[in-house]
């Protein structure tokens, strides 16, 4: 079981990775990035930053290799609002859950559509 400071360090991270996600960077496409989870490293030397994307016509998983690159970046403006010696390296992992569960839904609707309601005689 991780530490209780891992775990604040853990809710840290993602409450202000996701604020520097939002209003520090350059690209657009950031902006619809929203992180679902942070795992720490036992060392709190690294940390993956699991996110997925709501821009409407942008697969996330293109967005892992941009988000990698700007690491460093993310890194810098996140140590400065941390208050920890050592700020972990970053690294982002496209997270493919909210993909499934919106497959889910759409055949959830599918097979409702198809089902007549209770008590309907058909």
Do not use: W
């Not at 060392?43 to 690491?71: I, Q």
């Not at 208050?83 to 839904?105: C, K, M, S």
């Amino acid at each position: 079981m991780a530490s209780r400071s891992s775990l604040h360090l853990t809710e840290k991270i993602h409450q202000k990775l996701g604020v520097i996600l939002q209003r520090e960077s350059q690209d657009p496409r950031f902006m619809a990035v929203t992180i679902s989870q942070i795992k720490l490293s036992s060392d709190k030397s690294h940390a993956t930053v699991l996110f997925t994307c709501y821009l409407e016509g942008v697969d996330g998983r293109s967005l892992e290799e941009p988000l990698n690159r700007a690491a460093g970046f993310f890194g810098q403006a996140l140590g400065r609002t941390l208050e920890t010696r050592n700020t972990p390296r970053l690294h982002f992992v496209y997270d493919p859950g909210f993909d499934h569960a919106q497959e889910i839904d759409v055949i959830l609707k599918s097979i409702q559509k198809q089902e007549p309601p209770p008590g309907e005689d058909s």
